[in-house]
Structures are given as structure tokens and as C-alpha cells.
């Protein structure tokens, strides 16, 4: 069985949600609720599983820990036959990573800063330290990534183009911590929500908060 440490509704966990869902993996996984809202992340016992403080973090069979949801996709699209999410050819598991940590840099983690650093975030409990100009420049960045990946979409029907893959889910993670933020993304970039829409037909997209029954 394996673990995945997580909370229910939050923008990195769900690109793990939508990639177990994806991947048929749901009834081998359980999920153990960390409560991000009173700081648990940040305290020795989860730090002990993920030095970086975040979520999710899978564990594995053996009792290894593996944090990052990149890795964590990694892993688990491994476990199969052949790779549903990641690509099979060389130039495939390029592209798809490239495009991957692309919307990473360029638009979710940017909204993940300006979260942090420009709302009260996860509140003063846990929020030890806030720069609102650093948060307003990276909400900026992640405003010209959205303009980006609109004529990316204009050209291919998925980020890392003509399959679906972790760079679509990645980009869905950006999408719902947009929501959470209530950061418009341009009605102009139709390439970009014609692409969501699309995505939302998904059942693994239309039901990743609910799929836990979390362990606690
Ligand atoms: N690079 C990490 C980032 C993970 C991350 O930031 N997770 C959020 C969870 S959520 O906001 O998406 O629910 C977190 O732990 N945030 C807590 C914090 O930053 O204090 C990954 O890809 O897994």
C-alpha cells in the first residue's frame, strides 16, 4: 500500500490526486491528512519526511519518502507498463518535463509566492515571513505565463503537445490555486480556457478533492 501525505483540497496535492486517478493507482493508495492550516507541515515529525516542509509526500512500500510532485508522478507512472504521463520516447520525457517544470517556474509556483507573500497566505502562525512586493511581482509573472501558455494551446491541444501528460496536470494545479487566490486569468486567452474546460471533462479532474477517506 502506498502513503500519500497530503491536504484534501490544496493546489500540489491535486496534481498527484488527478495522477493516481489517471493512472488506476486509487485502491492502492491511502491518504493521511497533514494539516497545513495549523502548521503540522513545519513541524519535526513532517519535517522528518520532507525537509522542504510541503505537500504531498508519498511513501513507498520499503519506507522510503518521496516529496515533489514531479517525483512523485515520476514514480508512480513507472509502476505501470509503460508511461501514461511522462512520456515514452526520449524526446517525449523531454519535452513533457521541459513544459513541466516550465509551468511550474512560470505560473504555479508564481501564484504559490504571491500566495505566500502577498495574502495572508496560511496565516501568521505559519506565514513567519511575507515580502507583499515580492508577492505582487510574482502574480505579475504569473499573468505573462497565462499569456504564454495561451499560444502554446493556440498551436496544441496539450502543454507538452498532442497527448496528455504531468505538464497538463501541473498547469491544472495552477488553475485551482488561481481559484483559490481568485486570480483572474484574462477572458482574452481562449486558447488557454478552452484548454481548461477540456480538462475539467476529466473525472480525474472533476473529483481529486474527494477521493481521500484520510486516515488521520
Ligand atoms: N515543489 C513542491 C511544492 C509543494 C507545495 O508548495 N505544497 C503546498 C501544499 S498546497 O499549498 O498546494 O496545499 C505546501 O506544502 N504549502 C505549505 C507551505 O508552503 O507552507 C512540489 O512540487 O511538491
Known amino acids: 500500500m502506498l502513503t500519500i501525505f497530503d491536504w484534501y483540497n490544496g493546489p500540489y496535492p491535486a496534481r498527484v490526486r488527478i495522477a493516481v486517478q489517471e493512472l488506476n493507482l486509487l485502491d492502492q493508495v491511502r491518504f493521511v491528512s497533514v494539516d497545513l492550516w495549523k502548521g503540522e507541515h513545519k513541524k519535526p515529525e513532517f519535517l522528518a519526511k520532507n525537509y522542504s516542509g510541503t505537500l504531498p509526500v508519498l511513501q513507498i512500500e520499503d519506507g522510503t519518502y518521496i516529496a515533489e510532485c514531479t517525483a512523485i508522478t515520476m514514480y508512480l507512472d513507472s509502476l505501470g507498463p ?20 516550465r509551468v511550474e517556474i ?61 505538464a497538463d496536470i501541473a498547469l491544472i494545479g495552477g488553475f485551482v490555486f488561481a481559484n483559490i487566490v481568485k486570480l483572474e486569468i484574462p477572458a482574452e486567452l481562449t486558447a488557454l480556457h478552452t484548454w481548461h474546460a477540456r480538462m475539467l471533462e476529466r473525472r480525474s479532474v472533476q473529483n481529486w478533492e474527494t477521493i481521500s477517506n484520510p486516515v488521520s
Do not use: C
Not at 505565463?145 to 496544441?156: D, I, M, R, S, T
Open 106 to 166: 512560470e505560473f504555479l509556483d508564481a501564484i504559490s509566492v504571491y500566495f505566500h507573500h502577498a495574502t495572508p497566505g496560511l496565516g501568521p502562525d505559519v506565514e513567519h515571513y511575507q515580502n507583499r512586493e515580492w508577492g505582487l511581482r510574482m502574480r505579475d509573472k504569473a499573468l505573462r505565463g497565462a499569456h504564454y501558455f495561451n499560444e502554446v494551446l493556440k498551436a496544441q491541444p496539450y502543454v507538452a503537445g498532442d497527448t496528455f501528460s504531468m
Open 82 to 101: 509503460t508511461p501514461l504521463l511522462t512520456g515514452v520516447t526520449p524526446r517525449d520525457k523531454g519535452v513533457i518535463h521541459m513544459m513541466n517544470k
